[in-house]
């Protein structure tokens, strides 16, 4: 099981950490991606980070590398997607996957 | 890599076949293509990996070919629940690329 957390509304320009917590596996042993789906709208990748086996390094989307960072806690086993300098077309439904095994996303509104 | 789905739409009946299609831009190497269902209000659902391996608990009516550039799924006898937006995913060592998705609707 895997479940978002941390949406909400929050100011363009201001950070926002989203968390995706899984449960019945070991989260380091996978990769862990980062989807989002602006309202109405397609999926887009947002970044993933690999699995210890493989060096556990991120890659991201080129029109968000910079302003996102994807990190893990294995005591916790939680990822994490750390937001900042958002915009209001950062506003979508953020998935976390693992495999195929999806959370039900977590709603980030970037607005005044 | 961009990935272009066609139709935008599909409109067809119940117990009619089904044909999605997804071409990439580049070749995708290794066939590491998958096919994803989306219901509104619902996260994705894998259908489909390795441009031909069904995800555990896929019903047979869903199948996967293609290589290179241009891929299929196909979905024969389409049921009610069927009726859903399907994504193609092209996945490697560093990116992940979604299309733009197909909408299947009832006619």
């Known amino acids: 099981l895997l479940v978002e957390s941390g949406g909400g509304l929050v100011q363009p320009g201001r950070s926002l950490r989203l968390s995706c917590t899984a449960s019945?596996?070991?989260?380091?042993?996978?990769?862990v991606v980062w989807v989002r789906q602006a309202p109405g709208k397609g999926l887009e990748w947002v970044g993933y980070l690999r699995g210890k086996a493989y060096g556990g390094t991120p890659e991201y989307a080129a029109s968000l590398k910079g302003r996102f960072s994807i990190s893990r806690d294995d005591s916790k086993n939680i990822a994490y997607l750390q937001m900042y300098s958002l915009k209001m077309e950062d506003t979508a439904v953020y998935y976390c996957?693992?495999?195929?095994?999806w959370g039900q996303g977590t709603l980030v509104t970037v607005s005044s | 890599i961009v990935l272009t789905q066609s139709p935008g739409t599909l409109s067809l009946s119940p117990g009619e076949g089904a044909t999605l299609s997804c071409r990439a831009s580049q070749i995708i190497s290794n066939g590491y293509l998958a096919w994803y269902q989306q219901k509104p209000g619902q996260a994705p659902r894998l259908l489909i990996y390795g441009a031909s391996s069904r995800a555990a608990g896929i019903p047979d009516r869903f199948s996967g070919s293609g290589s290179g550039t241009d891929f299929t799924l196909t979905i024969t006898r389409l049921e009610p629940e069927d009726f859903a937006v399907y994504y193609c995913q092209q996945y490697d060592n560093t990116s992940i690329n979604f299309g733009q998705g197909t909408r299947l609707e009832i006619k």
């Open positions: 019945g596996f070991t989260f380091g042993d996978n990769a």
């Open positions: 996957s693992v495999e195929d095994l």
